[in-house]
């Protein structure tokens, strides 16, 4: 430690050019000028969202003319619910607390909104009494007896 010299600076390692300096087009030429082997190479949609090739071509789907959506509940099924709804004094919130969902859930389902599921659908016809899928909709719901 006698000799320590506060001027001289010991530099372990220098850093080469920065990704974007080593692309610009002043650093390539400067590389081919020096005589350094230089590859360059045009990446496909580079810097757009593109995971996966497209199949279809365009031409193809201005063809396609069909509409791909889920099927909703009848309006008939709907005015049955609201139906039985009346004749049991319930209100939409009422009827939903009775079978655990959501008060948004009657109202879609009155308005021909939901997609229908059999649990919900179950839930109500027992809840207000009537029968709300198959095809005696609206008549009254028979009790099931249970076997022995």
């Not at 080469?16 to 005589?35: F, H, L, V």
Request: aromatic letters at 2%.
């Amino acid at each position: 430690m006698a000799e320590s010299d506060w001027d001289t600076v010991t530099v372990l390692r220098k850093k080469g050019p920065t990704a974007s300096q080593a692309k610009s087009k002043q650093a390539i030429a400067a590389a081919q000028r020096r005589g350094q082997d230089v590859e360059t190479s045009k990446k496909w949609s580079a810097g757009q969202n593109k995971q996966h090739l497209v199949t279809k071509n365009t031409s193809k789907l201005d063809r396609e003319t069909e509409e791909l959506h889920h099927d909703r509940v009848p309006l008939e099924v709907g005015k049955y619910i609201q139906q039985g709804r009346g004749d049991k004094g319930l209100t939409q919130k009422d009827l939903a607390t009775k079978i655990n969902e959501k008060p948004q859930v009657i109202a879609d389902y009155e308005c021909g909104k939901a997609i229908p599921n059999n649990q919900v659908l179950g839930k109500i016809e027992r809840a207000i009494g009537l029968k709300l899928r198959g095809k005696d909709i609206g008549l009254p719901l028979e009790p099931k007896t249970k076997k022995k």
